[in-house]
């Protein structure tokens, strides 16, 4: 039986986030992956300012090393094009910011840089090929068991972190609720291409509202080495409503829609469309109380707009270190608090964003919005949100 104070269930962003701050304060933990790293996520590969913000709260030396890997792709804005071809565009570097508010890479690269910059011989170790396959709930703590590089292994741990992503695994072993709602729920499917045509000089991200795909939309975002990730997205109520399948509506816009379907032109599939499910944020899902705490999807931490979920996964496993050093400080494990701070933390994001996310469904509004582009809820999102959160985080 190996002993430990604090086991993370799951090295995606979230979880390896939570292993860099329990290093920086020197907790005693064990951070366990079912898949051997470097492994693919489905993903739109779109990293957020809040991204590079949490890997300069790691080290700022991280955040240096990051932008100079040669995979991470530098982006100096977005464009929004509305269901008629209106473009609301921004250009951070047209705007005199100083450095690039995003990047993209594709998860295989970021979530093992993630990894690979643990630190060696600290207050951690990273298991690989270590599946959870039950958590017995003890006086004090739990007893995990796990699958390990086929071999049947135990846990003793004071904590247990869900960063296991959208599908559930530490709640379902617990035997507590676990929250999914369909309004609580958007599904995409993602492809990566080659030769995509269009893209700004800036790598700008580029979201598409076609009007037969409303209150979802469609993406492209450029990668490293001409390549780029392109997918679409929607809330799994409207889906269900409107019997929509996500592949065929996908082949119908690249082949109908005249803003899109010229970029594909020459351009080549890299593999079959592949589709994931993203759990929105509400307060509605408990992610903290006896023992445990759930961070990253497994929280359902994901904006419901834009579909943006790393940088809400990586700044949830930091509040969850700073609950995790009082837990010790004051023996006290109960992670209710975690819970109110993450809410308190993203109440306004989660209340305007599921608000532009419903409003969607109504053309009539985007299209006037769209063209007015001055008071709409959209222009209010990227000011607010996109901007403001730059202006924030740098
Ligand atoms: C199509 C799509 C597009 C998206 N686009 C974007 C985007 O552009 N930008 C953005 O910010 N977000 C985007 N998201 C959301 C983003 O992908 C997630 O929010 C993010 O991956 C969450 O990270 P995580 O660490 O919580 O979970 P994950 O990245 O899912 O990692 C969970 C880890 O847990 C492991 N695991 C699972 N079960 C077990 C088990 N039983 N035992 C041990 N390990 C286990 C898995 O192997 C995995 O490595 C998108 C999501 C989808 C589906």
Redesign the pocket.
Known sequence: MHQVDVCI???????STLSHFLHKLNIDHLL????QFP?D????????VDVLNVLKRIDPSLLEKFSQESEMLPSWGFCFHGPKGQELRYDFKEAGFPVAPFFTSR?MDL?DFLIRELPAGGSGEFWPE???KGLQRLDEGFDALVHRQGEEEKIRCKIIIG?????P?VTRYLGLEHFREKDHLLA???IYYKDLQGFDPGNHLEFFFDPHLLPGYFWA?PLSNNEANV?L?MLSTSIAAKKINLKKSFEEIIQRNPHIAPRFEGAVALEKTKG???PIMTPKRKIGGDGYAL????GG??EAFT?????P?MMSARIASEHIEKAFAQKNFNFQAYHDHMYRYYRSEIKHTYRLQKSLKHTWILNPVMSLASWSPLTRYAEDRMIRDFLKWV
């Open positions: 269930v799951g090295a995606g962003p979230a979880g366990i992956d079912k898949s492994r996520k489905i993903c739109g590969d779109g990293i957020t998860r979530d270590t599946e959870l960063a296991e992503g959208e599908k695994v995409a499917i993602r975002f997918g997205g994931w499910g993203l961070i990253g999807d497994a931490m994901i579909g943006k979920g790393i940088g996964g």
